[in-house]
């Protein structure tokens, strides 16, 4: 039962051009929704995060945006950049942190010069 | 400097033998965690460690098992290796109560079973 799900396996988009990122959820018990970048062969890097009192957060180029109601996260891209090319995971956590975060299956973005 | 780092990157091993996989972090972290990628992709919570409890998520079969000898390090025991076993685990560490639920992740340790 996936609590954490990335509908689509990858998504192409033409650098500079803006890339959206989807994810949705199902446990409405979530205290914190992230973001992790991960290049083939290296861990997972922490991108952004945003509690689930907000709506958006804004960090550089990236940003998060959360919907409670549809239960739904996107990350923004903007503008897209080659080295931006990679596997992006949603992420989770719940308000005891020690359980862990809950990871989506992963969207690889591909940027097209 | 490393933040979180594992060893080793690679394992190759038969079945039927114990491994383990070493984890330590430098950040001062509370909260240590080992996580399982299968062929599927999938990210999932193994165990978490900090100097109160140990949680285990109840799918891991207890040939795996975490072993603490201080704060800054979580080991990753395995004994009877299956086929199954085959995959990448992954360490990580947070620190309980943080701003943003981050957890910092080590490289990976791909674990081939044969």
């Known amino acids: 039962d996936q609590q954490v799900k990335q509908n689509s396996p990858s998504l192409s988009v033409q650098e500079g051009r803006i890339s959206i990122l989807n994810c949705d959820y199902t446990?409405?018990?979530?205290?914190?929704f992230l973001w992790y970048k991960k290049y083939p062969a290296e861990g997972p890097t922490f991108l952004i995060s945003?509690?689930?009192?907000?709506d958006k957060n804004e960090d550089g180029r990236f940003t998060v945006f959360l919907n409670k109601s549809a239960k739904h996260l996107s990350l923004h891209i903007v503008p897209s950049q080659p080295g931006d090319s990679a596997v992006y995971f949603c992420?989770?956590?719940?308000?005891?942190?020690?359980?862990?975060?809950?990871f989506g299956k992963g969207t690889h973005l591909i940027i097209q010069p | 400097d490393t933040a979180v780092s594992q060893t080793p990157k690679y394992l190759v091993t038969q079945m039927g033998n114990d491994k383990s996989i070493k984890c330590e972090q430098n950040?001062?972290?509370?909260?240590m965690y080992w996580y399982k990628q299968d062929s599927k992709k999938f990210l999932k919570i193994m165990f978490s460690?900090?100097?109160?409890?140990?949680?285990i998520n109840e799918t891991v079969p207890n040939r795996f098992s975490p072993k603490s000898p201080d704060k800054a390090h979580l080991n990753l025991h395995i004994n009877s290796l299956e086929l199954g076993d085959s995959a990448v685990y992954f360490c990580?560490?947070?620190?309980?109560?943080?701003?943003?639920?981050?957890?910092?992740f080590g490289q990976g340790t791909r674990l081939t079973v044969v």
């Open positions: 992420a989770a956590s719940g308000r005891r942190g020690a359980d862990g975060l809950t």
């Open positions: 990580a560490s947070s620190q309980m109560g943080g701003r943003t639920g981050e957890a910092f």
């Open positions: 446990n409405s018990m979530f205290d914190y």
């Open positions: 460690y900090n100097n109160k409890e140990l949680i």
């Open positions: 950040l001062g972290h509370d909260t």
């Open positions: 945003i509690s689930s009192i907000k």
